[in-house]
């Protein structure tokens, strides 16, 4: 099995230039975890399973599993989320960051230029334009924002421009309702919105969930596919089953359930609710585009057990869980296609990112002494770091060997210009342990 490297197990590590390279890791990790507590938000205790428990008691209940597990359901899925693992020929536009709403775990403001694009309005139709004038093709089309029905004209007419330029794209908006009328649900339909997803705050008051409820249902007499999406916020569970059964008995699509996260700021009102983060918090520490934030505990443990209510009542809505993890796998699957073709490096199936082998120090020499051997000449050797690099796939050539292996997790960048693969995690494996499918 691979071992997740930590300051705790570094003294397995048995090779000295393994542990010293490992600790490079393990230091990175370390500041990061300084830098989160700063915001004075503890982490729970460390669950280093990942969750796998909580999936696994979910297996026989008619669940489809995707994503490595990322991404969880019954029923019906949005085409869009299938799209969405890898992000080909996808894309999400705004007309502004601008909105009614002040959501205490709302990310937005973590967006480049926040304050600018609130108060600006982008031109998403001529994004649109240069896209199709550039041989783009889009399949899946969405508009969010802020809130979008903020400027119904201008989102009315996006929806018009998308279909008139990629005529066959599923299309979809994302809006809070508040501000939804029937006169623009019949504007989106005629423009063949193919999905409208709202937002529920349970937070809010009876008469303004009332409302929004009487929305979602005007919209299913409207738009082919009405999809709630929101975050469960943990011990909200008893509510939100009520949530599922409502909005079961309207007969809507499906519910897409997001892992709650904190998002860097407005940290008083996590603490206050008593909220911890997710130990760990990612599987990969990188820098994601999805500008979620960090898990928060226990909201994953909702969302599953939220699954396994929809199957005991047989609620025929789609109810889908997206982990956090799930909002990042396109971004890796869209850098790493920027890897040229290598017998060195391999692009895993299960979370996209650029896999390769190391060995280390009194290693080196006795594992090119096999490669050689059987003419295996895809290697790299690195003076500096004292290690050998080599495909995963040729692991088994040193299965008689006992030898502590390094597994790499890297990703593609673009600096200035040109192309890197860039190391994010080291991980280790003794050689006749290891299968392919580990990785």
């Known amino acids: 099995m691979l071992l997740e490297l930590n300051e705790k197990n570094l003294k397995e590590i048995r090779n000295p230039e393994f542990k010293e390279y490992a600790q490079i890791y393990t230091r990175i990790y370390g500041r990061f975890l300084e830098q989160v507590k700063s915001h ?53 536009f705004y007309l502004s960051l601008a909105c009614h709403r002040q959501c205490y775990y ?16 982008r031109d998403s139709i001529r994004e649109l334009k240069q896209i199709k004038q550039t041989g783009g093709k889009l399949s899946y089309i969405a508009l969010t924002g802020g809130e979008p029905l903020l400027h119904k004209q201008e989102t009315i007419r996006f929806f018009q421009e998308a279909k008139r330029l990629f005529p066959q794209a599923h299309t979809r908006l994302y809006t809070s309702g508040d501000l939804l009328d029937k006169d623009v649900l019949a504007e989106l339909a005629r423009v063949r919105l193919d999905e409208i997803r709202f937002s529920i705050k349970l937070e809010d008051s009876p008469a303004v969930r009332a409302a929004v409820m009487e929305r979602i249902g005007w919209a299913k007499d409207s738009i082919p596919s009405v999809v709630i999406e929101m975050p469960v916020i943990p011990g909200t569970l008893p509510e939100m089953k009520a949530l599922l059964q409502e ?30 983060l997710k130990n760990p918090p990612y599987k990969v520490l990188y820098d994601y585009w999805y500008a979620g934030g960090l898990p928060v505990d226990q909201s994953e443990e909702e969302c599953l057990a939220l699954l396994t209510f929809a199957a005991e009542q047989n609620l025929t809505l789609g109810v889908h869980y997206c982990s956090l993890a799930n909002k990042f796998s396109g971004q890796i699957f869209q850098q790493n296609q920027l890897a040229e073709k290598s017998g060195l490096i391999y692009l895993s199936p299960k979370d996209y990112f650029i896999k390769t082998a190391k060995v280390f120090g009194k290693d080196v020499q006795a594992a090119m002494k096999v490669f050689r051997k059987q003419h295996m000449t895809d290697y790299e050797l690195n003076e500096d770091y004292q290690y050998l690099e080599f495909p995963v796939s040729k692991i088994f050539l040193l299965k008689d060997m006992t030898v502590e292996v390094g597994i790499s997790t890297s990703i593609m960048e673009k600096r200035c210009g040109e192309i890197y693969r860039r190391e994010l995690k080291i991980e280790r494996v003794f050689s006749q342990d290891f299968q392919i499918d580990m990785v």
């Open 40 to 92: 004075g938000l503890e982490f729970a205790a460390c669950r280093p399973d990942n969750g796998q428990a909580g999936k696994l008691s979910l297996q026989g209940k008619n669940m489809y599993f995707r994503n490595n597990d990322h991404s969880i359901h019954n029923n019906w899925l949005s085409p869009a989320c299938k799209a969405c693992n890898t992000g080909e020929n996808s894309a999400t």
């Open 247 to 276: 909005l079961d008995a309207i007969g809507i699509a499906g519910i897409n359930l997001l892992e709650f996260c904190f998002p860097y700021h407005n940290q008083q009102e996590f603490q206050r609710r008593m909220f911890k």
């Open 106 to 121: 709302c990310f937005n403001p973590n967006q480049e230029d926040y304050e600018e694009h609130t108060l600006q309005r």
